[in-house]
């Protein structure tokens, strides 16, 4: 068995080596080198480039090198009886909980509404806040990254409740589930997040719809995929007020394009992707696991149903 | 025994009326109304006026309102006999906790690099982080306040050191103390927050050698007391870059004056002293403590030593 390795921005191959370092007995073709393509069963992939998969007649699991695997699944070449593995955690549960977690006490504590103060020279001293026990932040989304964020949120005493396509339960959090209890889920929250995998379900979810579903000033956080956000109606829904601010990590075009109404949006804080990157070690970690449960003949964590798209 | 109630701010007086639930027994008047001078031996204040105490010849104990006492040791009127006790948490440690969490996420996810990058439209994707176990986080100050933002920030997962004045241990903390210590204590740090009261030994300590201890690049979250920042000199290490960024909450003049470089300062995040307030009834409870300590002739929590100014 050779597994073949074609991972964009790992020029320094960091990763690469963290695998072999986990798989010091496997044999690895690095792309653009596939000595065999006939031998290639299993292939790590990221941004894989469109002719990859035209070549490798016998592929059977591609593991991706990201917990979102929508790109990938969109692929071309990329047959319907491949497997698709994601990444679980990878080390991005703590950087994830982390970005929520700012997110959050920006909101909860007013800090946009006083860098915009900044920005005017007004001192908003009056300006007051709920306990953090009051303050209610929805989370949409109940998968891994979903779960640590909002265990982070619930230590640093916040209200959590999460939704899920299908019912999923958490300690401490109140979980909703299924398009009918969304609205109920809305009805009461101080900010959203977004941490869905991108799917046919889950495009455009965050619209005008949603919006106005939750309370008026809340405030979105939305570290899942740009694809998810319809982006005239968050900017409708800024200015209205129906949302007091939003924290974007993802845009449908990325790099943000230079004209983009979003760079200059008073109430749009952007940070460029980097929410959640995956760890070397832990990827490596994850890949040594997949590929001892594929030899083993069982299901590796974070196969994808290809149906549901995650 | 009557006491007297003087604090400024309070005009719908929810602090008031939360201290009466406190102690339902106990006779007030609420200055200006102050029927027998003679009979008040001890106040409750906050930013009294200049002849209030002048007026009451019997005045043993002031109770502060807040947990900085520096203006009141400074107020001409106090007699030296006269004890001073102030606020020990009030609410103040959780809200402080999250102010310093808040602004530690924020330099060590590079939030304010983010910021600048976002009104250059500059998409700065390349951008690393540490993890936060490596990011280390020093607090000047193990006071109440130090010690409950410590603790918040080791439970998120950093590395905490604390310095203060004389020595004290907390664990999960490398403590250090004393001046000959301070290099050593600032030479590791990421971030450094200042938590000191207001004394003579601790005005200007934020200053130019300070800085230059802390390695380049390092960030200020000051939620003390702006007398304790040498402005020019935080200016100054802004430019070069010895400090990455400052996220400041207490000035100097407050309101911080219209014409002020802080305001348009790329590198300063200015929130206007909200960090952490009191809560009434969390205030009340200390009131009802100390009034008690009073009453069975012991020294009641907060007692300030008015030499030392703490």
Chains 1, 2 share one sequence.
Not at 163 to 182: A, D, I, M, N
Not at 224 to 248: F, H, I, N, Y
Not at 293 to 301: H, L, N, Q, V, Y
Request: charged residues 20%.
């Amino acid at each position: 068995m050779t597994i073949l390795y074609c991972v964009k921005n790992d020029d320094n191959h960091l990763l690469l080596n963290a695998i072999k370092r986990e798989l010091p007995d496997e044999q690895f073709d690095v792309w653009p080198s596939c000595k065999n393509p006939d031998e290639i069963t299993t292939a790590i992939v990221w941004a894989p480039p469109a002719d990859l998969f035209d070549s490798l007649p016998k592929l059977q699991t591609v593991l991706s090198m990201s917990a979102g695997v929508d790109n990938l699944l969109g692929h071309p070449g990329l047959r319907p009886e491949v497997s698709v593995v994601r990444l679980q955690d990878a080390g991005m549960g703590t950087l994830m909980s982390e970005y929520v977690l700012y997110g959050t006490l920006m909101a909860h504590r007013k800090m946009h509404q006083f860098a915009l103060g900044q920005s005017q020279k007004k001192w908003l001293h009056e300006t007051t806040c709920k306990n953090a026990t009051d303050f209610h932040v929805g989370i949409l989304g109940a998968g891994i990254l979903a779960s640590q964020a909002a265990a982070r949120l619930i230590s640093n005493g916040y209200r959590v409740s999460t939704w899920s396509r299908t019912e999923k339960r958490q300690s401490k959090v109140q979980s909703f589930f299924g398009e009918e209890q969304l609205e109920l889920f809305l009805s009461d929250l101080d900010a959203i997040v977004c941490l869905l995998p991108l799917t046919n379900a889950t495009i455009g979810i965050l619209d005008k719809r949603l919006f106005h579903s939750l309370p008026k000033g809340a405030f979105l956080i939305n570290p899942g995929r740009g694809q998810q956000l319809v982006e005239p109606d968050l900017l409708e829904a800024l200015d209205s007020g129906q949302l007091s601010g939003a924290m974007l990590d993802v845009f449908a075009v990325e790099p943000l394009p230079q004209n983009h109404p979003y760079w200059e949006h008073p109430r749009i804080v952007i940070t460029p992707h980097l929410a959640a990157e995956t760890v070397p070690e832990e990827s490596a970690k994850q890949i040594r696991a997949s590929i001892e449960a594929i030899k083993r003949g069982e299901p590796p964590a974070g196969l994808v149903d290809r149906v549901l798209g995650y």
